[in-house]
């Protein structure tokens, strides 16, 4: 961090500021118990006038939170101004400048908000960015205070490790508290609010309900549970934590307690039926608990990057953040997502409705990541003999395997709940068969067994489309077990190039893959025999009537140009030819789900 404490005028003028935008949150929570969102029915204005009614108390409630929001945007603009013009400082105006860019979309979205009556979805947008709008202006303020400031620099990358952990388990904390608040808006926006009506189980000693609404509100509940058990692990370990300011604690302690507060009042709130006021005390403590966890997050992310003689990239926001998202395998998650994707547009012949796309996308990111991470878990020890694989953050050391296990759980579980309770029981119930068969059956078995382990465990990437599928129809059809087969006699073809190319990184770990037990000529024979049922797999959609001529154009085009390549790759099995059958099945697998969505909307 360059920088020290800005001056005394704009510290002053960030905290004003930011305390307006609080005060905006939960006078917006306000208007919402009470019934005001519409109190004025058009806008800018209210009835037509600056003024609205006299009498009418829901406009007023509406009309006060509009001139709230109008007060915030000078002075955001103020702060901005003087962070860029008087102080010089990047680091304070640069989030100002995206907080200033958001009030006006939040402005432009409450327009809509009224225009559109209100949908739940929109209620709860309109509130992540109002919490962004509060975090942005809390990352300029703390900074312009500089808390960490009041010691000297630290000097050696070990002094550092304590805060760099901090920053990663707070923001953590921080992602959980941002998706309960935004569950929590579903709840009321969409009705679930009286969907249980006892606490803490629903309708006597249900935890999870059979309809919709029911699911959506124990939904809240069990996140609740998660982020209050999570809050209050991390208060322990900052209580313990060398290295970590006790100011840093302070904030996290008084975020639990508020915490534990809020739950209280959730329940009192279901047994008073709901009150307006208790509702928006309700958010204004979830805002509160949200600002310290905010502030808590900043102070540590300032004092990670408060060094002397350190490199910078080393303390960079993105690589205390980047080994949590490597675990996940981004590069392996999208392909998934890709024919997931692809088979919800093909059931739906086009794009299906907007929020179950993104639930099962965001649920697949999950639970598919998830697994992803518990793989890299099992597999470290074989990871610290590859050259390919050692700087993966388990055996890097930039991960212990207790933390790596614990985000794998989460990200799991999550998913799996989101697809569950979004989606349907079908997708989520396919999702976890999949998990089951990659770490369970493929990576804690097969891998280390056998060198038919990719073909037997290649099973589990099928499960991908059938939950895209499932997704839109509810079911699993002859066309989504279509998918499941292509996906399955695809891996082994893909799967073994790459074992070809690093086939001296498996020798040396001890992994039977087939290049290693039976040479690569063998391996390459295999890969080209699974190229030819595969192509002859292609044809069965149309020769049922599923697809059309597009479709089979396109797919005789497709497998000739991996049949030739699996081809050349079995004459001469060299690396460079491996590499290429490898990058290429990455892109057949594309291509042929595009030609189906394709077939599918013009068909």
Known sequence: MERG??????????????SAIGLLTMWGALVRSTGSGLGCPDWPLCYGRVIPPLGDIAAWFEWIHRLLAASVTPLLV?????AWWKERRPDLYRPLFWALGLVFGQALLGGLTVILELPPTMVAVHLALALTILALTLVAAVRASAPWTEHPPRRDLSSVQPAAAAVRWIGMTGIGLFALILVGASVTGSGASWACSTWPFCEGWVIWPGDLLGRVHMLHRLVTLGVGLAMAWLTVRLATWEGV?????????AALALYLIQIALGAINLWM??????NALH???????????????????????????IPEETVRLRNLWEPYFSLTKPGIVALLLVTTAG????????????????????????????????????DAELDRRMHRTARRPIPAGRIKPGEAAGVALLFSALGFLLLWTFVNTTAALL?????????????MGLKRWTPQNIVIGGAAGGFAPMVGWAAVTGRVDPMALFLFALIFLWTPPHSWAFAILTERDYREAGVPMMPVVSGARPAAFQAFLYTILLTLLTFAPFALGAMGWIYLVGALALDAWLLALAFRLWRAPEKALARRMYHASNAY???????????????
């Open 245 to 253: 300011p006790r100011g840093i604690f302070g904030w996290i302690l």
């Open 78 to 82: 103020l702060s901005t101004l003087m």
């Open 273 to 278: 039926g709901f009150p307006a006021l208790l």
């Open 283 to 309: 958010l204004g403590l979830a805002t509160a608990i949200w600002a310290s966890v905010g502030i808590a997050w900043i102070w540590a992310l300032g004092e990670a990057q408060w060094v002397e003689g």
């Open 589 to 603: 697998l594309f291509l042929f789900f595009v030609l189906m969505v394709l077939d599918r909307v013009i068909h």
């Open 431 to 443: 999702a976890l068969a999949g998990w089951v068969w990659y770490v369970g059956i493929y990576t």
């Open 343 to 378: 088979a919800m547009m093909i059931a739906q012949g086009g794009l299906p409705p907007i929020l179950t796309f993104i639930y099962t996308l965001l649920g697949g990111f999950l639970i598919s990541g998830g697994a992803n991470a518990m793989n890299n878990v099992w």
């Open 5 to 18: 404490k800005a001056s005394v005028g704009l510290r002053i003028l960030l905290g004003i500021t930011a």
